[in-house]
Structures are given as C-alpha cells and as structure tokens.
C-alpha cells in the first residue's frame, strides 16, 4: 500500500511539474522540431530576440476567427517586421482534427498568406506538452534573454466571431509592445481560449 502511494505521489508530482513546465518569470523550455521546409529549429538559436509562440490548428473555428480576419496575419506581419521571431507550432497528432504535414502546411500558410518566420510541425506534441499548450490559439512571448514573459490568450474576447475583434484587448500585443520597450508585461498569463490541442 506504502508503495502504491508513493509510485502515485511520483507520478502526480512529475505531471504536475510537466503542467507547469512553462512559468512565467522563468526560462522557457527547450524547443527544436523540424519546420515546414524541413529545416530543425532550437529555440535557443534566437537568443538575444523577442520570440512568439502561436499554436495553430487551421481547423479550428477560433484559429479561423483569427486568420480568416486577417488579424493574425496582421500581428505576424506588424511585429516581424520589427525582428520578432514567430514561431506557428502545430501540435495535432496524425489523425486528429487539424494535423497536416509539411507540404500541407506549406499550402495552408501559403493561402492564408500567413507570415510566421517558421512554422513548426510537433505531431508528437512533445513540445506542446512541454509548454502545458492547451488550445489553439494558445500564445507565449519569450523575452531576448530566454525568459517566457506572457502565457494565454491572444485577446480578451474568447469567440469565434470575427466581429469581437473590434473593441478587444490584445493581451499579446501589449506583452510584445511591453517587452519590446524593456518594460515589464502588466499582464503576463490569461486564461487562453480556443479548441482543445489535439494531442
């Protein structure tokens, strides 16, 4: 019985410590997947720049609200510009709602007109997990130091519809303009919204 409770107390303490793998105000963990092109990314190949992490599912309705918008485009766009690295993660296992391959998601990026510096194929959600990633869109920014400085939503409207985007507070954009400016993020974690990752 003594050992049941101890392999249970194990096992609960490692998946609490999964679930809370990325905190804020501490290093962000490691990431290296492959990209749509095939190249292999490693997150601490960006030191020294702000980063953002989006997980995407483009069968998502909310994912939709977002791209089909054109807002998160718009975001992508406004801040890489600026040198923002971006990074589209896609976590949805084969055979879940919203997995593609590599070729897939280069068509998808590429209709939507998408503009992430790399999009990034998980399809065994380890870094997802990684990061406790729980919807899509889920979002981080990581500062230039490695420091993950905001976890949550994109915005403080959690719907589908497009027209909510008037009048919503962008809780991602206020942690990048924050960041950017060397200032600390008012609200650095929200509760994200979207469907579930298809892990």
């Known amino acids: 019985m003594i050992r049941f409770i ?30 749509m092109t095939g190249e292999r990314v490693r997150l601490d190949s960006f030191k020294g720049k702000v980063v953002v992490l989006e997980w995407v599912n483009f069968q998502c309705p909310f994912v939709g609200k977002h791209y089909g918008s054109g807002n998160m485009q718009g975001l992508q766009k406004k801040y890489t510009v600026k040198g923002v ?14 997995h593609v391959t590599a070729a897939e998601a280069k068509e998808a990026v590429g209709e939507k ?23 899509t869109p889920h979002m981080f920014v990581i500062d230039a130091k490695g420091t993950l400085v905001y976890n949550g939503a994109i915005d403080d409207k959690p719907s589908t519809k497009p027209a909510d985007l008037e009048g919503a507070k962008n809780y991602l954009a206020a942690a990048l303009d924050a960041t950017m400016a060397g200032k600390k993020v008012e609200t650095a974690a929200t509760q994200p ?3 579930s990752v298809k892990y």
Request: glycine share 12%.
């Open 193 to 195: 919204y979207g469907c």
């Open 6 to 35: 101890l392999v249970a107390c194990l096992l609960l303490g490692a998946a609490v410590q999964a679930e809370a793998a990325a905190i804020v105000g501490k290093s962000a963990p490691a990431l290296e997947l492959t990209d």
């Open 85 to 98: 690295v971006w990074l589209s993660v896609c976590s949805s296992a084969p055979g879940k709602q919203g």
């Open 113 to 135: 007109d998408a503009a992430p510096t790399r999009f990034l194929l998980d399809p065994k959600g380890t870094v997802g997990k990684a990061y406790g990633a729980k919807t």
